[in-house]
């Protein structure tokens, strides 16, 4: 089945500094590779995500890049902020395409 | 407009207790899926209904089962519950049944406890 890698699983930045946030999946039959914020006691919130056909999403300070033949996309954080600290998840569709495997997620932590 | 909904939020049960977890997807929306989530990790998948039927499950024992209803609001239950069942337990909604045309939503989870 598809297997889903997430790198770094923590990661502290300075206010206004970048961060980056890698994944890898297995099954190059995926197509739809989306990024999910999860706050304290909430659900995760999809904030971007990206299809096969393209290599880069932006909106406004997120971006998510995509390289195919390598199998991997990236989730990119342009001058972070304190509300931009959460915990980060990849998720890329099953072999089936019914459902998602997502990464183990990234603790980012934005110091003031 | 609602996002998904879920109930309860929190509840603690004991081992060998049973729970039913409750989920309303947003107005429209004709997939439901059921993700467990232990502390520290990431969502794993255990249900999927779409249009009534089950479309697909995780590896997730027989004590774990869901139904759609026809308004497409869904229930999990987990019967003769084990410690280890202690998790967040998330609601999701789709417009279809596969994951790769689209948008998975979540709720804000039912936070189980098992003493």
């Known amino acids: 089945g598809e297997n889903v890698e997430q790198h770094p699983s923590t990661l502290s930045v300075q206010e206004g500094d970048s961060a980056v946030i890698k994944c890898t999946y297995s099954?190059?039959?995926?197509?739809?590779f989306p990024w999910y914020k999860q706050e304290l006691g909430k659900g995760p919130q999809l904030i971007i995500d990206i299809r096969s056909n393209v290599g880069e999403k932006k909106d406004q300070r997120i971006a998510v890049t995509l390289n195919k033949t390598a199998k991997h996309f990236s989730l990119h954080i342009t001058e972070t902020q304190p509300e931009d600290s959460a915990v980060y998840f990849c998720?890329?569709?099953?072999?089936?395409?019914?459902?998602?495997?997502f990464g183990p997620g990234t603790r980012l932590s934005v110091l003031p | 407009d609602a996002g998904v909904t879920q109930s309860p939020t929190h509840l603690i049960k004991t081992r060998g207790q049973q729970v039913t977890l409750r989920c309303s997807p947003i107005s429209g929306h004709k997939s439901v899926s059921w993700y467990q989530q232990v502390l520290g990790q990431g969502p794993q998948f255990i249900f999927q209904y779409y249009e009534k039927e089950e479309r697909g499950r995780g590896n997730f024992p027989d004590r774990f089962s869901a139904r759609q209803f026809p308004n497409y609001s869904s229930e999990l239950n987990v019967n003769a519950l084990l410690l280890g069942d202690s998790a967040l337990y998330l609601c999701a909604s789709s417009l279809g049944p596969i994951a790769n045309t689209g948008e998975l939503f979540f709720g804000e989870g039912s936070r189980l406890t098992v003493l």
């Open positions: 998720a890329a569709p099953d072999n089936y395409g019914q459902n998602f495997v």
């Open positions: 099954d190059s039959a995926s197509n739809y």
